[in-house]
């Protein structure tokens, strides 16, 4: 028979053993990060709860993909509202989703991308009405149709990458869309010359908005007329897609040029105007909660704490404080789920070699004075 002592000498012993096991095999792969999702999720589902069942873990070109099953009782939306720990725990960009045959694969996105990629202008985007290039991810290089989710916002520390990326975006733009910029940084878009709308003063600013929001007055009643919901479905030739570029949104202090902004973001999908907006600081006290929750598409380079993260990327995602410290590393939120990816380097240098001839441009009507 055996004694109390004894078996509990054994779960020790055993215990002791799954240990070393751990450290072994944590030594042999050199993957301390997947030990560290082990722990994690032993942590939040402990012995004798409904937890999900490890199945295995295999090596992919991105880092290490650890497929679960899901028990009784265990929910995958409770899963993924758990992505926030994982990725404090290991330090990495960690995503959840599941398989075709219901599987759960949690990806931790590890030292897996290069940390340079050159701009590419690549031709016919199919289907898209406004192909933007990302960047690469562990897919392959990753394109967006901004039509598709008309607003996006940039955020992340200075000298990450967010302006770089928004000179790759006007020039994907230039041959589909007029394209007008809001710098009030007064750097860099002048290159484009008069292929762009800019504006490097809070004046010019108002001006230019005034402009795009009686343009949005305009095409409103024109779709009303063609009996179309959306510019999409409107077959005419007078109303080009629109982009709004905004770099560093917190210099903006003129609150006409904010109410338009906000009033933009709110009224102008239907009509195919979007504004992409980048900033530092991602925070309420510059952009409100309720307009930033309309910009559908998200790109979120470093930033420098889990709050900020969250503040772009929602209430579970602390990982863009946890990217490495590589300038153009970035999350990317949009049609589907969250990527990691590597934008496009684009210098001005560079940029201004590859401008197009065929441009479409912003003509606004002579002003009137709306009230906004
Ligand atoms: N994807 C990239 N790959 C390599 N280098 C990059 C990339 N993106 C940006 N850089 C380089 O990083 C530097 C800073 O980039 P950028 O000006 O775009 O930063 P920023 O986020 O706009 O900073 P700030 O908030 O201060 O305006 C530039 O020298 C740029 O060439
Ligand atoms: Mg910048």
Known sequence: MVSMPEVSNLEATISLGWKAAAYLWRSFTCSHTVGLVYDTINVLYPEGKPRPRHIVTYHTGFGWTLKYCLTPGCSFEDLLQKQGHLNDACRHFVDIERDSAGYVL???????????????????????????????????????????????LIAGESGKGKSNFLHGLIRALLPVAAVCVLDMKRLEYAYFGDRIRLAETEADGLKLLQAINQEMGRRIPLLKAAGCVNIQEYQGNEMPYLVLVIDEYAELRDKRILEIIERLVRLARAVGISVVAATQRP??????????????ARLCFRVADGINSRM???????????????KGRAIFRGADRDKVVQTLHLPISQARKILPEEVIRFEPEPAKAIPV
């Not at 340079?116 to 394109?143: C, T």
């Not at 772009?312 to 590589?326: K, M, R, T, W």
């Open 106 to 152: 949690i990806n931790v996105y590890e030292g897996w991308l290069k940390s340079y990629y050159p701009y590419e202008l690549l031709g016919d985007r199919g289907s898209m009405s406004l192909p933007i290039p990302i960047g690469y991810s562990a897919q392959g290089l990753e394109w967006y149709d901004l039509a598709s989710a008309p607003h996006m």
């Open 312 to 326: 772009v990327l929602g209430e579970h995602c602390s990982a863009a404080a946890y990217l490495p410290d590589i």
């Open 283 to 296: 925070s309420s006290s510059v952009i409100d909660g309720d307009t930033k929750a309309l910009f559908d």
